[in-house]
């Protein structure tokens, strides 16, 4: 059976979509440019989200004090003794929010990774709430010469999860960045989280249909990480009922349905996370993700279930 994405995996995976778009693999490669965010440095809030800690996510190549074109040489090395050379890569401004600071900063940055030979496009990790009409025009120019993609963090559909996790905007602020985003021609991610604080299965799985409406390219799905040292850590041990925080498989099931109420355009990049040993709080799921993805497509398959089986239902 063919799906409408072209071919038989029962989901809209990425990597097919990369390599129909680039034609041959590519790697992306993680770069700390140096900023920080809204909710971090005083603009909105102090703190920074309460589950978050920057440093689980961060390969070794990758501090801000070293030059952006540094970090991407580097990053190619790294991945040429580990893994299968890849010709192509992607600049992937990852760390806190990528477009928290003024244009000409951002466009310095960004015309700097794509002058690095073999880099042919931009992954661009940000917030809703740091974008604006001269950040999007210059994102514009950009994604007519180069592949540009924005990731918006939107976390959770639901204010009283955001307002409880000090994310500091809401969802119509998510809504509103990815429509403009999406109207100007350029690639939009979302990135979602599930099992955060007060949020019942059935919220979390209501949200299917409300990101479904939203003008997404490619979509990524975290289970939720309690990572050590962060106040996410301490909320949960004076509130653990309020965190709905599955098992492996709980998960895999949670996400089957999840994905059968999904939009089956949006390119599903991942549907969950891997937590390093070091900075979890408990001890993570055993298998790695691409085990995981084995599993998750054997039990798609099994149930005769695929990626927009339900969605508009
Ligand atoms: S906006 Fe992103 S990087 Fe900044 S504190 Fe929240 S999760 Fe961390």
Redesign the pocket.
């Known amino acids: 059976m063919n799906f409408p994405w072209g071919h038989q995996r029962r989901f809209n995976s990425y990597p097919d979509y990369m390599r129909k778009l680039f034609g041959s693999r590519v790697q992306k490669l993680t770069l700390d440019a140096g900023f920080?965010?809204?909710?971090?440095d005083g603009t909105k809030g102090v703190g920074?989200?309460t589950?978050?800690?920057?440093d689980a996510f961060n390969p070794s190549y990758c501090v801000s004090q070293k030059p952006v074109t540094r970090q991407i040489k580097e990053g190619i090395s790294f991945h040429e003794k580990r893994y299968r050379r890849a010709s192509k890569y992607l600049a992937y401004f990852q760390?806190?929010?990528n477009t928290h600071a003024p244009v000409e900063h951002l466009s310095e940055l960004f015309n700097e990774a794509l002058r690095v030979e073999g880099v042919v496009g931009l992954v661009i990790?940000t917030?809703p709430d740091c974008m604006d009409d001269k950040k999007l025009a210059l994102l514009k120019e950009l994604s007519e010469r180069c592949y540009v993609v924005v990731e918006y963090?939107i976390?959770s559909v639901y204010n009283k999860t955001l307002e409880r996790v000090?994310?500091c905007h809401t969802f119509e602020d998510a809504a509103e960045a990815i429509r403009k985003t999406a109207d100007k021609g350029i690639h939009v991610g979302g990135h979602v989280i599930f099992g955060l604080p007060g949020e019942s299965r059935a919220e979390m799985l209501k949200s299917a249909e409300i990101l479904s409406a939203l003008p997404l390219n490619s979509i990524k799905f975290h289970q939720l990480q309690l990572f050590k040292g962060t106040a996410m850590e301490q909320e949960y041990k004076e509130k653990p009922g309020d965190f709905l925080l599955f098992s492996e498989d709980e998960y895999l099931g949670f996400m089957l349905e999840y994905i059968e109420l999904l939009n089956p355009e949006f390119v599903v990049e991942r549907i969950a996370g891997e937590t390093p040993p070091r900075y979890a709080v408990m001890r993570p799921w055993g298998p790695r993700y691409d085990q995981i993805l084995v599993k998750f497509e054997k039990l798609l398959e099994e149930r005769n279930s695929w990626q927009g089986k339900r969605y508009g239902e």
Not at 51 to 54: A, I, K, P, Q, V
């Open positions: 920080t965010c809204p909710n971090r920074g989200c589950f978050c800690l920057n760390a806190f929010s990790g917030r963090g976390e000090n994310r």
